[in-house]
């Protein structure tokens, strides 16, 4: 048992625990919107529940993405690690367990936003239920891909962790567990960096995209007339918002690739 | 002797004396053509269910009227009723019904290439061998037996796998729909609609100098597409596998898990369906729809 | 640790450094841009919702105001890939 496999293990708990934390919070704030919309108008419940279940199974998403991860890291424990005291493979761990642990906060958030915000908008228009239904899944849609990112990410993490730190001079024992070669050190800070910059830099952008959604869905309840020019702004904001999380995925892979 | 190889690209997991175990699978020697890989599992079953939906939707067209229409026509026509208001409101009223064939081929191939693992026939694999004869390079490799459960230096004991296992857990399977319906007819068709100028014109969205430094970050955008499309349905469905073959080899001896089952595999394999769908409609509709501005104006 | 230990350590130390805060810089920088880019664009849409006739203002405001949110994004962008370079 190297310090790789029992970061494998801290890395596993990271994942499923951040994981479960946006994504619990999401689907309760999806819930909670069905709720507040049957009280205002209860005889559209079918509707509300049927749309509820729908959103909730859309909003479970980052956190199932984090339980592939957690096995994958869970498992990776197990094997008989080439490097088991290379800290790049340390790091290259714990950077996938924070990466799409971290980048699952702001999918689960934010896609239990957007059908927060759709059922409250069924529920003051039902009239307008089918627009509010696409706007909606295609906000939470949208709202994850920062979560997807940061799955991407962490799964080129699993796999390119093997190959970590063998560059440079491994002559330079400074500690007696640890062998601290240059190569390991840069090794280890490529991977973690690149697991912090798309972990953290996936929650902005998901949060933001899902409050755009969240809003044009009651836009569409206010005033469903004007349901084209909302898409519009809908469509163009979100690909604006989206950029923060474009720039974190290029700064991790440059730091994965260099 | 013929070796059936399939299941769950995963592997599988055993409850062992020890606690939870997992065998990592190899892969089935895979067909190697022109520096090209081709995962013969994910083709067989590419082709079973496009065969499938083939056999079904004839048995349901056989006998049309329009007086007394059968059940199979009825559930046709809601289907093709529901695709077509989707391509209408999400391309627009005109151009919305061209893409109806592609959009509606499109869903009914996802959706059955994700209830394929509800067909219960299972493969039962006795022992190791099953796992180790070949290693991930497709080369024959008799190596040691992968897991020792009962310390005696022989195999596992024996265990089942789904015979067939959905393709969308395959990543190439939705990267391949991706790159059809969002990088060839989408942008195709914005071609088509536009112009190469015009099409060009979406690059440097800003204009001025500011497009021309977001050039670069307007093309990541637009790969970030087929990344993220592909990647949703591929991480939903292989998360449901995973979860249910945990699942089942946790309570093998005492029931099937049929809620869970009906929740990852019907369900998500629905909704994810629906939504890759949508999202590649979404994405033409970027590219090709009609201009929401001369409506607004 | 004797002198050409640390003589050694020092050029990969400053580039571990670099790198890692490259990827802090970036991870933390586009938290907020994100965000705050997605609060102009949903309050935009609200705003067109409650008078679709001023769609052409509020959307031109729209995307000035998202422009100058994302310049943050941009510096945080910048200065991670000095750093990612260095």
């Known amino acids: ?29 999806t819930a909670q919107g069905a709720i507040r919309g049957m009280a205002r108008q209860p005889q559209i419940n079918p509707l509300l529940f049927r749309n509820m279940l729908v959103g909730q199974a859309i909003t479970e998403t980052p956190a199932i993405f984090s339980l592939v991860v957690a096995f994958l890291l869970y498992f990776s424990a197990d094997k008989h690690l080439e490097a088991p005291y290379s800290l790049a493979q340390t790091a290259s761990f714990l950077g996938a367990g924070l990466c799409i642990g971290i980048g699952s906060i702001g999918s689960g958030i934010g896609s239990g936003l957007v059908a927060h915000h759709a059922l409250t908008g069924m529920s003051r228009n039902p009239s307008a239920q089918n627009q509010i239904m696409l706007v909606m899944l295609i906000g939470q849609a949208w709202a994850q891909t920062g979560g997807i990112f940061a799955l991407v990410i962490a799964l080129l993490l699993l796999n390119g962790g093997g190959f970590a730190g063998l560059s440079g001079p491994n002559d330079l024992h400074l500690f007696s567990i640890l062998p601290l070669s240059p190569g390991e050190i840069v090794g280890f800070s490529r991977y973690l960096g690149a697991g912090i910059a798309m972990g953290f830099g996936a929650i902005g952008s998901s949060i933001g995209i899902a409050y755009v959604g969240g809003m ?43 | 002797m013929v070796k059936v190889k399939t299941g769950l690209a995963a592997g599988a997991f055993f409850l062992t004396e020890g606690g939870l175990a997992f065998a990592s699978m190899d892969k089935p020697p895979a067909l190697r053509l022109l520096g090209l890989t ?58 919305g019904v061209r893409y109806l064939p592609f959009l509606g081929t499109l869903f009914i191939f996802v959706w059955g290439a994700n209830m394929l693992s509800m067909i219960p026939l299972r493969i039962n694999q006795i022992g190791g061998e099953f796992f180790n004869d070949y ?13 020792d459960a009962n310390g005696d230096g022989v195999h596992n004991p024996g265990f089942q796998i789904p015979l067939f296992e959905e393709p969308t857990a395959d990543l190439s399977f939705p990267a391949a729909l991706a790159i059809i319906f969002v990088l060839f007819l989408g942008h195709g068709s914005g071609i088509y609609f536009h112009g190469i100028a015009g ?40 998360g449901g596998a995973i979860i249910m073959t945990v699942v089942a080899s946790l309570i093998y001896y005492f029931l099937l898990p049929v809620g869970m089952f009906g929740y ?10 629906f939504v890759f769908t949508m999202l590649a409609a979404t994405y033409i509709a970027m590219e090709a729809g009609e201009s929401t501005e001369a409506e607004a104006d | 640790m004797n002198e050409e230990t640390v003589k050694l350590l020092i050029g990969p130390l400053t580039q571990a450094f670099a790198l890692l805060g490259a990827g802090i810089c970036m991870g933390f920088g586009s938290v907020g841009p994100g965000a705050g880019e997605g ?39 910048v200065i991670a890939l000095i750093l990612a370079f260095h």
């Open chain 1, 1 to 29: 048992m190297g310090i790789a496999n029992l970061m494998a293990l801290l890395a596993c708990g990271l994942a499923m625990g951040f994981g479960a934390l946006g994504t619990g919070w999401g689907l309760g704030f």
């Open chain 1, 216 to 258: 044009a869905c009651r836009g569409l309840a206010t005033a469903p007339e004007a349901g084209a020019r909302i898409k519009t702004a809908f469509f163009v904001g979100s690909a604006t918002a989206q950029s923060p999380s474009i720039f974190s995925l290029i700064i991790a892979l440059i730091l994965l690739i260099r």
């Open chain 2, 38 to 95: 081709f995962n013969h599992s994910t083709i067989i079953h590419t082709a079973i269910v496009a065969l499938a939906i083939y056999v079904f939707v004839r048995l349901l067209t056989r006998r049309l009227s329009r007086e007394h229409p059968q059940r199979g026509q009825v559930f046709l026509e809601i289907l093709v009723t529901f695709l077509s208001d989707l391509a209408k409101q999400t391309i627009g009223p005109n151009r």
């Open chain 2, 135 to 147: 290693n991930s390079n497709g080369i024959y490799d008799p190596g040691e037996p992968f897991i």
């Open chain 2, 199 to 238: 099409y060009c014109k979406e690059y440097f969205s800003p204009g001025g100098i500011m497009g021309v430094c977001m050039f670069p970050l307007n093309v990541i955008g637009k790969l970030a597409e087929l990344v993220s499309i592909s990647f949703r349905i591929f991480g939903n469905i292989f």
């Open chain 2, 264 to 273: 990852f595999t019907v369900f998500v394999g629905t909704i994810q369906a």
């Open chain 3, 39 to 77: 609060f102009a664009a949903g309050k935009a849409c609200e705003a067109i919702s409650r008078r679709p006739e001023e769609y052409a203002q509020i959307f031109r405001t729209m995307l000035v105001g998202q422009a100058v949110t994302e310049s943050t994004a941009i510096y945080s962008l």
